[in-house]
């Protein structure tokens, strides 16, 4: 529950587009990899922190194949969002 898939591909100006199949709304990007990998979890904070607010459930992560990496997130909002779900 606590990671999600991503996919960090190449954008047409030189950085890193991180995108979440199961949380469409969560895009990103970062000036290599390495920026690419962090800025994601950001992305998904604030969304979910949105869906929290407005009593919406947080989607599950089911779609992992052939995505290259997942985020995971810090400990603190990993109990927010444990209270939040139903998966």
Excluded at 44 to 70: E, K, N, V
């Amino acid at each position: 529950m606590f990671t999600y898939p991503g996919s960090l591909e190449p954008d047409d100006n030189n950085t890193i587009l991180a995108t979440f199949p199961d949380v469409p709304e969560a895009v990103t990007f970062g000036d290599d990899a390495a920026d690419g990998q962090k800025s994601p979890v950001g992305a998904l904070i604030a969304i979910f922190s949105a869906y929290l607010d407005d009593r919406q459930r947080i989607p599950c992560h089911l779609h992992s194949r052939g995505r290259t990496w997942r985020a995971s997130f810090p400990w603190e909002f990993r109990q927010r969002i444990s209270c939040g779900t139903s998966c």
